[in-house]
T-cell receptor, first 112, second 110 residues
Framework: KQEVTQIPAALSVPEGENLVLNCSFTDSAIYNLQWFRQDPGKGLTSLLLIQSSQREQTSGRLNASLDKSSGRSTLYIAASQPGDSATYLCAVKDNAGNMLTFGGGTRLMVKP | DVKVTQSSRYLVKRTGEKVFLECVQDMDHENMFWYRQDPGLGLRLIYFSYDVKMKEKGDIPEGYSVSREKKERFSLILESASTNQTSMYLC?????????FGSGTRLTVV
């Protein structure tokens, strides 16, 4: 059964820093991987989607990479801002099945 | 953009009540999902549906049922609410590879 782990569980950085969030998964037979953002008490907002054949995706200050063979993905946030404070979740969709398996999330706080 | 709408942001229900959580998507997606989210346990899949009147159990279906009578609407039903079903409930829709989530319903069972 696929397991997804996110490290660290929480991160606090000063504004302006570049930072990396990590996601690892146990079964490399994935169809795609998606990064989400969740603000407190709210739903999930999709940030980036990487297909299994892709190495990375970029959107603005966000860059997500995927190394399927080693079971890892990273989300890079450049020049962090207080508005980036949220919980970031990664989720993988396996080749078999219709479901997403989520990591536990990284709670990010960017201090002004 | 796809919109997934959950009818209630907050609900408070009594133990034993029958509870309906409604979810509507506006992009004709075939696949819809219900998750619950709890501190320390993350998001867990309750049920999903891949077409009208079709449903599959997820990881934690006990105590829940679902209904998909129309393509755009996927309902989660708590037949007899219990306090351990107090949680944040999230509905999602999938078109192609991308999942879109609703804003969530925070349900408290007292």
């Amino acid at each position: 059964k696929q397991e997804v782990t996110q490290i660290p569980a929480a991160l606090s950085v000063p504004e302006g820093e570049n930072l990396v969030l990590n996601c690892s998964f146990t079964d490399s037979a994935i169809y795609n991987l998606q990064w989400f953002r969740q603000d407190p008490g709210k739903g999930l907002t999709s940030l980036l989607l990487i297909q299994s054949s892709q190495r990375e995706q970029t959107s603005g200050r966000l860059n997500a990479s995927l190394d399927k063979s080693s079971g890892r993905s990273t989300l890079y946030i450049a020049a962090s801002q207080p508005g980036d404070s949220a919980t970031y979740l990664c989720a993988v969709k396996d080749n078999a099945g219709n479901m997403l398996t989520f990591g536990g999330g990284t709670r990010l706080m960017v201090k002004p | 953009d796809v919109k997934v709408t959950q009818s209630s942001r907050y609900l408070v229900k009594r133990t034993g009540e029958k509870v309906f959580l409604e979810c509507v998507q506006d992009m004709d997606h075939e696949n819809m999902f219900w998750y619950r989210q709890d501190p320390g346990l993350g998001l867990r899949l309750i049920y999903f549906s891949y077409d009208v009147k079709m449903k599959e159990k997820g990881d934690i279906p006990e105590g829940y049922s679902v209904s998909r009578e129309k393509k755009e609407r996927f309902s989660l039903i708590l037949e007899s609410a219990s306090t351990n079903q107090t949680s944040m409930y999230l509905c999602a829709s999938r078109g192609g590879a991308r999942y879109t989530f609703g804003s969530g319903t925070r349900l408290t069972v007292v």
